[in-house]
């Protein structure tokens, strides 16, 4: 079965601490990206990768660092210097490749609650 | 900068009736458009894409309609049904114009169908 999946589901963390939530896919897409959805709120692009070992900020990026050492796997870290990490944290892929009309596939999702 | 508005409220349908939802867009004139489907807890489905040349676009009991002129898309949901009850989410490729650039998010319309 191809997908994305998300871990943890749920995330508990104490202010001041670092934690890195994972995205793994198997639908060999080229482009991953990490999306960050508050209640009443659009999501909002964090960070993106169109190609392994490269990446780019997105439209809220501060406080938030990635990799992309493989093609199927997208962590991204939470630091202590994000004021407000308490979020719903979406991961997604899609195709790319050179076409500019792709779909994006999401994972389930980490609700991340700061304490 | 990009702006996507949907109406924020919820919007209450009969079932069997058809939904319309809107979504308006400024300051940008993106190559396309796309819809998806979220329920709660959960991450987006896509549902459709249009592109910029495309008048409307037709998949099953969705349709979805995009005025450049207007700066406008239609969402229409035929004979709905309470399973189509969701929070319906539209997008536009980002500023950047890249298709792998990732996605602008309006906030949703959480669409109601009673029995």
């Known amino acids: 079965d191809g997908g994305i999946t998300q871990s943890p589901k749920y995330l508990f963390r104490k202010e001041g601490q670092n934690v890195t939530l994972s995205c793994e896919q198997n639908?060999?897409?080229?482009?991953m990206y990490w999306y960050r959805q508050d209640p009443g709120q659009g999501l909002r692009l964090i960070y993106y990768?169109?190609?392994?070992?490269?990446?780019q900020k997105g439209d809220i990026a501060e406080g938030y660092s990635v990799s992309r050492e493989k093609k199927e796997s997208f962590p991204l870290t939470v630091t202590s210097a994000q004021k407000n990490p308490t979020a719903f944290y979406l991961c997604?892929?899609?195709?790319?490749?050179?076409?500019?009309?792709?779909?994006?596939?999401f994972g389930p999702g980490t609700r991340l609650t700061v304490l | 900068s990009q702006k996507i508005e949907q109406n924020s409220e919820a919007l209450n349908i009969q079932e069997g009736k058809t939904a319309t939802l809107t979504c308006n867009y400024t300051?940008?004139?993106?190559?396309?458009l796309q819809w998806y489907r979220q329920d709660p807890g959960r991450g987006p489905v896509f549902l459709l894409l249009?592109?910029?040349?495309?008048k409307e676009k037709r998949k099953e009991r969705l349709k979805v309609t995009f005025d450049t002129t207007l700066k406008q898309s239609l969402f229409h949901i035929t004979a709905s049904q309470p399973a189509d009850s969701a929070t319906y989410l539209c997008?536009?490729?980002?500023?950047?114009?890249?298709?792998?650039?990732?996605?602008?998010f309006g906030k949703g319309t959480h669409l109601i169908i009673q029995p």
């Open positions: 997604a892929s899609s195709i790319s490749s050179g076409s500019r009309y792709n779909e994006q596939f």
């Open positions: 639908l060999n897409h080229d482009a």
């Open positions: 990768s169109q190609i392994v070992n490269d990446f």
């Open positions: 300051n940008y004139s993106p190559a396309y």
């Open positions: 249009i592109r910029e040349n495309e």
């Open positions: 997008a536009l490729e980002r500023e950047s114009g890249g298709g792998a650039d990732g996605l602008t």
